[in-house]
């Protein structure tokens, strides 16, 4: 799906049959000749379903942490799965917090527009994506994965702003991001036969179940008129310059081996 050839997803994508968009954010151009390390930061999405298979699959990463940024209800309604049996570190930071199918915090953007609703994450999610960032910049927290239920809009907008503190390049951002689609009929099509969301899914607009390049390049026009950037949002929110500069030494190695 993606125009850039730096961004490869046949070569990221890490097979699961209980996962359809787990991935490593690894070999990316991160500024300065710099390249996002291998094998460190994954993006998922919803983890529930992973099989015996799978698990030795992750196994084999090493995966040391887990974020699930899906809401309470989204949790208690599916469990983790197998992970609840592995020696794995699982936080929960939920972007949005729901009560009575209602977001609890500033309200969210009016309409149906995905760009809009990514900005709002920022100030709904703010203590939620702080924390992610930090467990991020945590070297004992390598191997991570971060993910939602789809891996598209919460999860895409905590990769985009680690990626953007990371410098990766705003292109390469949104290559990212649109690999999704390539995954979408997939992940919905497995979402929609799950009693616990296809009520929830049939209220929601059809917006909501895209992958546009538009949509991120947007956030990232919002993200940078309103903060200067991720790395700005980030200070703003609490989190410390060095633990970005932590970040960045954890994530990122010299570079030489990323094509195009």
């Given amino acids: 799906m993606d125009d850039d050839d730096r961004v490869d997803s ?36 919803g983890l529930h379903r992973l099989t015996g298979p799978d698990m030795e699959v992750l196994r084999s990463i090493g995966l040391s942490t887990v974020i699930d940024l899906r809401t309470p209800g989204e949790l208690e309604r599916t469990g983790r799965g197998l992970l609840e049996e592995e ?53 004992s927290s390598l191997p991570l994965v971060f993910h939602c239920t789809a891996g598209k809009d919460r999860t895409g907008v905590l990769a ?7 410098g990766v390049e705003r292109d390469v951002i949104v290559a990212d ?3 999704t689609a390539d995954r979408l009929e997939l992940i919905m099509g497995r979402v929609r036969s799950d009693p616990t969301y296809s009520a929830r899914m049939a209220e929601l607009p ?10 991120m390049e947007r956030f990232l026009n919002g993200l940078y ?27 990122l190695e010299p570079g030489g081996s990323v094509p195009g």
């Fill in 225 to 251: 008129a309103g903060f200067g950037g991720a790395r700005s949002w980030a200070m703003s929110a609490g989190v410390l310059p060095e633990d970005m500069d932590q970040m960045r030494a954890g994530l």
């Fill in 87 to 139: 020696a794995i570190r699982f936080h929960h930071l939920a972007v949005v917090q729901r009560d009575r199918g209602e977001a609890v915090g500033a309200p969210a953007p009016a309409g149906d527009d995905l760009a809009e609703r990514y900005l709002w994450y920022l100030e709904t999610g703010r203590s939620a994506l702080v924390e992610a960032l930090r467990l991020m910049a945590n070297s």
């Fill in 177 to 179: 991001y649109l690999i």
């Fill in 10 to 45: 046949s070569d990221r994508l890490v097979p699961l049959t209980g996962a359809f968009n787990f991935r490593d954010l690894g070999g990316y151009p991160g500024g300065d000749g710099s390249v996002t390390k291998r094998g460190r930061l994954f993006r998922s999405d």
């Fill in 206 to 215: 059809a917006s909501r179940f895209t992958v546009e390049a538009t949509t």
């Fill in 160 to 166: 985009a702003l680690v990626l953007d503190i990371l």
